[in-house]
Structures are given as C-alpha cells and as structure tokens.
C-alpha cells in the first residue's frame, strides 16, 4: 500500500490548514487510519487517528478541540483538518495505515511491522 501526504505549508498563528492522504494499492476501507508529526528534535508522536468506517476518531490532547480527522473511503483518501493552529504545530505530519492495530492503539503504531507511512508533509506555524 501507498500513502501520499499532501497539504502542509507556512500558515500564521490562528490560521487553518487541511492535509490530504491519499492511498493506493489497497483497499483502503480495511485500514484505521493515523496522522502524526515529527517536530525537529523530537520523537515522531501520534497526532490523531480514525477508524475504518470513519465513525470513530482519536485525538491528542495538544491538538484536541482544533484537529478533526475524517475519510473518505470512495476516493481513498483520509484528512486531517487542523484549526487555530500554534506555533508549536509546526512539524513534519504524516499519515499511517494499519490494518491490524486499532485506531486507539495509534501510539503503538510506530516501530510496527503492520503499519504503512507517507513521505511526510511539512507544516509550519508562524507567530
């Protein structure tokens, strides 16, 4: 399976952005879906997550109430809608696949053999 991040770039403060993900070479409706970033220095962290049918969602505490995730399955692709963002948003975001770890169980997707990634799309927030 492919995923392609796109939508990331230089936003001011308070301001929105919408990252894509679009996946091929399977069938997407089998995959919980995750968003996560790297910010520089740090560890790659869960960001948010969804499930397959798209009815359950998971957040980060840092991002909860601004982030909403949803997918769309006809056109395989899942997004992250990120709203008055901060500063400390500023990170590379990434996209995940996983057809065997639940969307709860984001946090231990990273390091997993059953989970798919992008390339990464570069967000940053301007104060």
């Known amino acids: 399976v492919q995923l392609q991040a796109s939508g990331g770039g230089l936003v001011q403060a308070g301001t929105s952005l919408r990252l894509s993900c679009a996946v091929s070479?399977?069938?997407?409706?089998?995959?919980?879906m995750g968003w996560f970033r790297q910010a520089p220095g740090k560890e790659r962290e869960p960001v948010a997550s969804?499930?397959?049918?798209?009815?359950?969602?998971y957040f980060a505490d840092s991002v909860k109430g601004r982030f909403s995730a949803s997918r769309d399955n006809a056109k395989n692709t899942v997004y992250l809608q990120m709203n008055s963002l901060k500063p400390e948003d500023t990170a590379v975001y990434f996209c995940?696949?996983?057809?065997?770890?639940?969307?709860?169980?984001?946090?231990?997707?990273?390091?997993?053999?059953?989970?798919?990634w992008g390339q990464g799309t570069q967000v940053t927030v301007s104060s």
């Open positions: 995940a696949a996983n057809s065997r770890l639940g969307y709860l169980s984001v946090g231990l997707w990273d390091g997993s053999r059953s989970s798919f």
């Open positions: 969804i499930s397959k049918t798209g009815g359950d969602t």
């Open positions: 070479g399977r069938t997407f409706s089998i995959y919980h």
